[in-house]
């Protein structure tokens, strides 16, 4: 019998997430105050006070695995071990000699990887007494995990979704209304970066560098909240690794190991969830030729076009300062379907590991990614969301090659989420309607205009 899908037992799931911070071969760049621009001790905390004790604790940690709370552990189990598939339909549609793996996190309640986070975050604010947590969404992925997340914990959940989502994406509005959670659209008139941009423009469509400033500056004038984020930061590439940690265990399950690890990179966390807890073997010499290839749009190509230098995180220079390849913080990307991939910088983890040379970056127009997308959908039958289609298409493409070539390569992919509020931009594809959108070179270069000018040292 071939065996397409390998679970794993709950009473197997890891109870330790993975720290990458102590096996980097050099140190991560600091990061530096917004305001003075000066570099931060090395050992924290994380600048404004906005984030729980715990988790500015564990963006600093060098222990290599921390122990995730058995609290949170229960709460995983409503959901997880998720399960690892063999892609079978796929390899025998493709006529590749190559195996294809996807872990697929589209079984949360959520609908992707982003619970991980949510609910050690929204744990650890409960348990720090505080009442309410503030964060912003895109598209709404990160929001609806959150506010699931708070209902778990009895937090209240107050979120700013970026505001053209907002009228295009009822769906996902109305989940988060359903978990309990309060929703703004960004920029809105409940904060001073807010009110400032709606004055110069009463149609201000957001964007996310837009509603981080908004939710950094409501959780800042709040005694009673946190901020939380859900993407970017080393914690919560930290919390995902819970991902990799399990398909660990379930390829020793299926006898393979991976020679190509592939997924798409919005701030970096689904996909470093999954191929950190493997770069190990790269880094100790027990695999390393592992290929580990991240994807992200062409219309927001910051690993494969922008610069390596220091740039906000968010639109209004709320947030710290980080060395990171950047589109710049107020450049703002052509509406693409992936709206969880629209983000002007990227993961401090994965750019100084891809600055190393450790890992590979590709960038993918959007239209391929859909084709890739339909694919799957007609061989594995799920419906995969805009930014792991961008997954699926490299994937697709190094199998391809494995057929030209006849090796028969391992490739695992890192398949993020199910696309079921994502079906207007599938009907564009099956139309014919949906557009691919060239590098914007000049609002790019606009944007780089305003990076911050950071003192030496
Ligand atoms: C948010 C999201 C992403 C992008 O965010 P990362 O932090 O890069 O993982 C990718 N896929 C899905 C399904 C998402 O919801």
Redesign the pocket.
Known sequence: MERAMYFLDQKDMPTHWYNVLPDLPEPLPPLRHPGTKEPLPREGPLPPPIFTDAVNKQEFSTERYIEIPEEVQEAYRTYRPTVLHRAYRLEKALDTPAKIFYKYEGTSQAG???PNTALAQAYYAKKEGVKRLITETGAG??GSALAMACAFFSLECKVFMVRVSYHQKPGRRILMETWGSKIVPSPSSDTEVGRRLLAENPEHPGSLGIAISEAIQAAFGDDEAKYSI???VNHVLLHQTIIGEETRKQMEMADAYPDIIVG????????AGQFLPWIRDKLSGKKPDLRIICVEPKACPTLTKGPYTWDFGDEAGLAPIVLMYTLGHTFVPPGVHAG??RYHGMSPIICHLYKLGLIEAQAVHQVATFEAGVKFARTEGIIT?P??CHDLRVAIDEALKCKESGEAKTILIAH??HGHFDLAAYDEYLSGKLVDYEYPEEKVKEALAHLPQVPEG
């Open positions: 992707s990887h982003k992925q990160w859900g993407s970017v798409c990179v919005g701030g970096g966390s689904n996909f969880g991939l969301a930014e792991p993020s989420g």
